[in-house]
C-alpha cells in the first residue's frame, strides 16, 4: 500500500501562484505514475495532470495547460504541482494519485491504484 500526503494548499487571490506537494511512501516511488486530480463542491472528480516515472512524459487537462506544470523528485519520492494564474474556477479539492508501475500516463480516476487525503485550494476573485 502506498501512502501519499498531500500539502501546500490554501486560499490566494486570482492571479496568485501555489505549489502542491505530494510525498509518497514506498521503495518503488520512481516506478509510479503520478497524477493529480480535483474536485469541486457537486462536480466529480476530474484529471488535472499526470507524470510518467520517468518525468519525461507530462500531460494536462485542457483548463490548466499552460498555467500549471506538474513534476517530480524521484530522490524525494514527491511530486509537485505548480499552479499559476489560478482562476475561481480552479477552487477544488486537489488530489494526488499514485498508479504503481505505470508505464503511461492515465486520465481516469479508475486508472489508479492509490489516493491521498486531498489538500484545499481556494482562489478569490
Known amino acids: 500500500q502506498v501512502q501519499l500526503v498531500e500539502s501546500g494548499g490554501g486560499l490566494v487571490q486570482a492571479g496568485g501562484s501555489l505549489r502542491l506537494s505530494c510525498k509518497a511512501s514506498?521503495?518503488?516511488?520512481?516506478?509510479?505514475?503520478m497524477g493529480w486530480f480535483r474536485q469541486a463542491p457537486g462536480k466529480e472528480r476530474e484529471f488535472v495532470a499526470a507524470i510518467l516515472w520517468s518525468g519525461g512524459i507530462t500531460a494536462y487537462a485542457d483548463a490548466v495547460k499552460g498555467r500549471f506544470t506538474i513534476s517530480r523528485d524521484n530522490a524525494k519520492n514527491t511530486v509537485y504541482l505548480q499552479m499559476n494564474s489560478l482562476k475561481p474556477e480552479d477552487t477544488a479539492v486537489y488530489y494526488c494519485?499514485?498508479?504503481?508501475?505505470?508505464?503511461?500516463?492515465?486520465?481516469?480516476?479508475?486508472?489508479?491504484?492509490?489516493w491521498g487525503q486531498g489538500t484545499q485550494v481556494t482562489v478569490s476573485s
Open positions: 494519485a499514485a498508479k504503481v508501475y505505470g508505464d503511461r500516463v492515465y486520465y481516469t480516476v479508475d486508472a489508479y491504484d492509490n
Open positions: 514506498g521503495r518503488t516511488f520512481s516506478r509510479y505514475t
